[in-house]
């Protein structure tokens, strides 16, 4: 990864920054045409150095370097390392910028790395759910635009199923559209097997990757909520759990970071990630 952001840094600002090689003479003929003998300097300098160079060759020109990155792992050392590495940047003044997204609890867990808790400092955007017409008219848009039809009932049924989750609007659309992508039309049964195939693929990726990442008193907190058919009061989680308002508030701001469960109003909390609640209940009885 790091190499990658190297070399699309050096591809993107060709045009600012010297693209020269370094040469050795490594040998010299005298004969009647003479010739000579170079190779090529290796960079052993390292990743954050090369960068930095750029980024000050960059800066003299009068412009920075914006770097972004989808889908943050936090179990990737490159990440961290990246991550590490632009607090330098920015410490030395450098006109660089970060912009991560990811999934929240990958976001919540790689705040939460020691390397870098200066990200905790960051700017922050929380992504809510997706109303369900903009989901409706994202779906049918995508179709249209490409030529092609779409079954109604199977996009209805497709847009209670994404629930205004986003990952879920690329997954469902995308397993609906490719299994039959030679087709002039999205059915019923391919919408179906779209919604399905998503569903699994949500379970596995998602649900299950969250439910690994719970301590065991994250787990009591949530358990805790599922009593209630919809929103839980603090007041309520106290008394089940029989631990201080303060014990249950840092439970309560923990999960609300790792986009489990949203506030709903003052001292309102309800279950956030779409379908964990089901997928939590399903745990607690195996």
Known sequence: MLEELEFGAKRAAAHLIDPSNHFEVTG??????????????????????????????????????????????????????????????????????????????????????????FLRRAQQYHLGRIADYDVREALIRTIQENDRLADAEGIDRAVRSISGFPFLLQLVGYRAWDLTSDSKEISSRDFDLGIKIARD?????????????????????????????????????????????????????????????GERGRGLVAFELPFFRDYLAAQCVK
């Open 28 to 117: 010299l003929g005298i004969a009647p045409l003479g010739s000579i003998e170079v190779n090529r300097v290796h960079d052993a300098s390292t990743w954050r150095y090369r960068m930095s160079d750029i980024i000050d060759q960059l800066n003299e020109a009068g412009t920075g370097l914006l770097v972004t990155v989808d889908e943050v792992d936090p179990t990737l050392d490159e990440m961290i390392q990246l991550a590490a590495t632009y607090q330098h940047f920015v410490t030395d003044g450098k006109r660089v910028a970060l912009l991560m997204a990811g999934l929240p609890n990958n976001v919540s867990t790689l705040l939460n790395h020691k390397t870098v808790s």
């Open 201 to 261: 693929e949500m379970d596995d990726r998602i649900l299950a990757a969250t439910y690994r990442e719970l301590t065991a008193e994250d787990k009591r907190f949530l358990i805790a909520m599922l009593d209630d058919e919809e929103e839980s009061t603090t007041a309520d989680l106290v008394e089940r759990l029989k631990r201080s308002p303060q014990q249950v508030s840092r439970y309560r701001r923990r999960m609300i970071d790792a986009g489990i469960i």
